[in-house]
């Protein structure tokens, strides 16, 4: 699982940069407990400046209820979370560079919660993306590692694009960018034609961040992670992003059947499969990883309702679930820092050797599992009053939770009682205790657990109803009660106990027969992500290969094709117009060029050898040069006839020094015949095109210009000389840079291929 | 008042590319700072012509001061400063780049180089057809030995199969021209589109074949899908600032599409308007699929780059494919991005290849670079920029192209396509990452494919590095400025979108006039 352990008495206990830079978040921890008293009163703190106006981006910040909430929650955990860390990832090489990526990390994480305009909201969304794949990836001489991070870079990434699609949807639907002003106009963007799209890709968004079903896989991979990163992005905050977004969206688009129907169903159904398939691995952050797949499922049924009951259901499971799962995590990483293991099969008895560690996970495990006189207990209650509020499916959610919380319950006590209670299965060697830095946060939220468990009328006023209130405008309100009275929710509480402990009673084979299962299914999403990523991959690149094929023939020939295409789209119906009445005038000599012209060219294309290819082309030159002296241009004729021998020349030069033509490879009939056919159509094309331009008379304009001016105001009898070096020199210093280039570009490569 | 300051940026590369061609022979040390010199000047002055351009209106420069349109006439609208700008400022860093080595690889770099610049500018300025053709030519010529600059069996085909196909595509260009003149009879640009918007109905199959024939053209400097074939290996085998160069010269391709089409073809053309309306959007939109899944599929961090080229030009003409005045606004904020994050990575690219002896810039494990944190840091950047996220300035440019083509009917596809070529780029940006710096061979295995002693790799000291920074710290200063560009291109964008601006800076005022009017005008 880990690399083992080096000797415990070379690396320090904690590294002092840790220490220092958890100053960090309890500097910011104790700012919001600060702004606390205020928030709870209804006082709300903003600040703006604009940013880019044309995009209405503004940095405005604003902390409310909810912001408060999930402020606190990042703050207090990144605290342990660093704490911790100072002395988990003591002796690490780049111990820099983690605690950059994890207090970058959870500034952004802060930027989501308190930015009050969507596009910074996204800015700070899509920095925790980057920033968790390098988190991720931080062990990276791992392969799982590597492959872990890429796999949430690209979900979470792509969830990202949905949420920037959904943004700017909602912005050419008319809704301001301004998240605190949307409080009226929810009714009009329900009614919008863009409403689904809108709901869709904000909800794409929340449910990758926030690991829904079919996108969950990502996240138990995610656990290759060091555990602080576990800790903290996985279970207490980035996860939470997806539930935080939903929340904030929840008075805009929530309300509304497809909200409420979709939400139940994902949501449950995230519940449901995490919850089953936790009690799967042996690896106990794997099991943590699944329960936090449960819980987020759970937030996400609850978020589907409208009812005040099912949101301050959410609300506040979402703190039993912060606490509970932070303690955890992180002792469970004690664990693993301090035995070399945490699989399950390996550990026992561990409570005589960390007793306090043990208390932490006592007082967690009790949250989780709900017993009464704990802060879950409270959660619980809430959630079965809550599910059976729901609008749409209640029975489903009730029963959905029911099982999820009577899993959760058994998987509680299997975190607990294996290792710290039971025997290994092998002899394990003498452990110490976990470093203070280590205790003090599964400790603190362990006990905390308890504390809120006791007192829920004053987390209920000071924490839930000021966060609910913010995204909920009804403001009713709704108490936390220690006791309800008896009444269905205890039943059902009851009843999750009980069910949970007959789990826990059969897990070895519940265990077996759900791996079996889920060894058998036939589809699975990441099998599916998996192979679809791959032949997407494989055939992204056979695609190109076939496209970039490295034959100068194949890409000659598309061009060409695709030049045909072009022009005959617009020119081919004129063809045979052009064709029909060719106008045969003018001497009877120039008839017998032009088949001397069209027998040379027969000559280039069928020749077997090299030298009559050459002496074709020699003939079409000279037919062309004889056209343009009959037709009355002796000096164009003298400079084609120079140009025509001096290219003869080059080519000859160049073609004899090949091999032969009949030693090269043949070409496939096929492949003659297409290209006779293109280059076929190709020059009818380009021939009807010039005829076409013969049949309109020649514009003089030009013409009649540097006739009247060649001698008056530039002062030279020969008007093609005067065009060439006056009238439009520069084309002909242009042309001399380029015979200069040329040249030189020829005596480079000649002289290299010599060398060579 | 003539404003001789508008041919500068050709007079000062001809007269210092042949003052270097009279120095061949002399150490490569004068010819740096000669090339490095002349580079800084035209930046200097670009950077005079952006200001002037951005305040005042449209300024020409007649040739030989003959009457246009029967010289040949420069134009400085506030799209071709810009294009003028970035072009120099890119190849100062190019330039800057390959004194610090690749210039010595062969000879006649320097030279070669300030030619290069010749052709850019010349095709960014000039407001005549024939001109630009042989300004393509000086362009295609010099690039042609840049690509060549180093050698190497690779180098060399990809130089021909370059070569070769843009030769097809200037005999092509002169047909196009040819009929052109042949049914319009003239050769300046403001001059074509008052005449294309006078000629008779019996030329429109004629001019729009000429049309079409000089799009194949530009699409082919342009590297639009299925006239790209060059760009993949020229890009990918080059030498490095050479390719970091050339992100500009497929831009050329595209500042010709747009000023050919919104000029000469444009909706007030008469018989040849709005020519490109169906053809550019699908064509440009296939292609950043191809260049998405040539990204995907790529195994190499310079091949990835190059097609992110490809990618980019999709992306801009798809933008510019709608012709609508906001959109094209849009695309003139994302061409400088875009222009010099490629141009970054390119050199990004080159950096870890040379300090990857044995696996260069490809995606197999290799041992660690010298400079992890650095070239890191580097890569992560650039990434984030060309992967189009925040707070960079891929994403801004991006938000406000999805926005500004929301009404036309391709927007769905252009939305889809848009952001899903950003999913596959950061995807392929990821995996590349995450083999070059985190799938490592041991610092200290010593075994290597030859079972001999590593080369040494080379320490970058901060000369070396400066100019891929200084290209990426563009990005940010993209987006603090965002406000004063975005302004500038809806400026630019105005004077394209609408040829009256142009036609009566280079012809003289009123006459647009039959462009306005098509049926009583004259």
Redesign the interface.
Known sequence: MKTPLPPIERVPDCCRGGLVSSILPLLLFGLLCLAWPRVVQGNIFAVQWAW????DLDLAFRLDGLGLLFGLIITMTGFFVSLYASSYMAGHQQLG?FFFYLHGFMLAMLGIVLSDNL?LL??FW??T??LS?LLI?FD??K?AA?ES??QA??IT??GG?FL??GI?LL??AGESMTISHWAASGDMIRDHALYPAVFICILMGAMTKSAQVPFHFWLPNAMTAPTPISAFLHAATMVKAGIYLLMRFHPLLGGTSLWMATLVIIGGTTALWGAIQALGPCDLKRILAYTTLMALGVLTLFLGGRTVLSLTAAATFLMVHALYKAALFLAVGSIDHQTGTRNLDHLGGLVKSMPLTALAVAAATMSMAGFPLFFGFIGKEIMYEGALAEDMFPVFATVATLFANSLMTAVAAIIFITPFMGFGRQKMDPVKEAPWTMRLGPAVMGLLGIVFGIMPEWVSAHLIQPAVFSFQPDREEIRLVFFHGINLPLVLSILTLTLGSVIYRYRTFLRHRMNTAIDRLWITTPGLYQSGLDN??RN??????T??N?S?HF??F???L??VM??G???L??VPGILIFPVISGPLIAIGLFAFILASTGVVVFAKKRLSAIGGLGGVGAGVALTFMIFGAPDIALTQLLVETLTLIFISLVLLRLPPMDAVKKRSRSRTIRDACLSLVAGLL?TT?MM??LQ?P?????TA??EA?SYIAAHGRNIVNVILV??????T???I??VV??A??SV??IR?TKE? | MINHLIVSPLLLP?LMGTIIILNANQPVARQRILGLSSCLAVLVMTGILLFQSAEGPIQTYV??D?PT????VMVLDRLSAMMLFITALLALLCLAYAARGTDRQ???FHA?FQ?QL?GIN?AFLTGDI??LF??F??ML??S??LV?HG?GGLR?RAG??YV??NL??SS?FL?GV??LY??????NMADLAVRMALAPAE?A??L??AG??L??VFA?KAALL??C??L??AYGFTSAPVAALFAVMTKVGVYVILRVYCLVFSEFAGIGASLLSA?LLPAALITLT?GA??V????DLRRITA?LVIVSVGTLLAVIGTFQREAIAAAIVYLPHTTFMTAAMFLVADLIHRQRPDAGSGMVPDRPVGQP?LLGLLF?TAA?AIGG???LSG??AK??M??TV?DSAGAPWI?GLV??G??LT??AL??AG??I????LPADDTRNGRGTAHDPVPVYALADVFPAVFLLGISPLL?LF??VI?EFAFAAADHVINPVHYIEAVLGPDRSLPLLYPSGGE
Not at chain 2, 437 to 440: A, D, E, G, T, V
Request: some cysteine.
């Open positions: 880019v106006p044309s995009l560079r596009f996204f800015i899509e920095a993306t980057i794949f990836g990276h001489h392969t590597r991070a890429r870079l690209l990434g792509g694009l920037l699609m700017l912005k050419i997407f991959l992204a690149g056979i695609f190109t290969n496209i970039q490295g100068l890409y000659l598309i061009i060409i695709t030049l072009a022009v789209w617009v020119w119906p004129h380009l095109l076409g331009i309109v020649l514009d003089r304009n030009l210009f540097f001016n006056d009238f439009r020199s520069l084309d210093l242009g042309e840079c380029v280039l040329a030189w570009a480079t490569l290299r060579g | 001809l040739l030989g003959w349109p029967f010289g040949i062969g000879k006649n070669l030619f010749l010349g024939f001109n042989v300004f030519e000086i010529l010099s042609y030995g060549l050698g060399t021909m199969h070769m196909l097809v595509g092509i047909v040819g009929i042949g049914l319009l009879g003239t050769l030329n199959a004629l729009q074949a079409l024939i799009f194949a082919l299925p006239l074939f060059w993949p290996d053809w191809a899944a040539g995907a599929g790529s195994r097609y944190t992560l984030v996220l925040p707070p994403f801004f938000v406000m999805l926005m929301k939305w952001l899903g950003g999913l950061l995807m990821g995996r995450s083999v710096f985190w799938k490592l987006v965002g406000g975005t």
